[in-house]
């Protein structure tokens, strides 16, 4: 992962904490799967993010990528070529017994 991608997934983590305050989130770099790939000419990176918030309970699955695309914000114009988003409410996650 390049500093300039490590920079930006602590811009996506903020910006996301900030907007969403998730119970959590992880940010994978996922542009060294991309070379070569049209989008990573533009050196803005690709990125998979996995967010447990409480303000995804009773949404469609729509609707939570639309509140993660709305907290990355300007971020998908100047930093982001992709985002993979996967978003669950903690009601969704199993529980082991």
Do not use: C
């Amino acid at each position: 992962m390049s500093a300039i991608n490590a920079d930006r997934m602590d811009l996506i983590d903020s910006a996301v904490r900030s907007a969403l305050r998730p119970v959590s989130i992880a940010i994978e770099d996922e542009s060294h799967l991309h070379a070569g790939h049209a989008g990573a000419k533009t050196g803005m990176g690709h990125f998979h993010v996995v967010v447990v918030a409480e303000a995804f309970e009773g949404l469609r699955m729509l609707q939570r990528h639309r509140l993660i695309y709305d907290a990355v914000g300007n971020l998908m114009q100047t930093d982001i070529h992709a985002l993979r988003i996967d978003a669950k409410a903690p009601s969704e996650l199993q529980v082991s017994t």
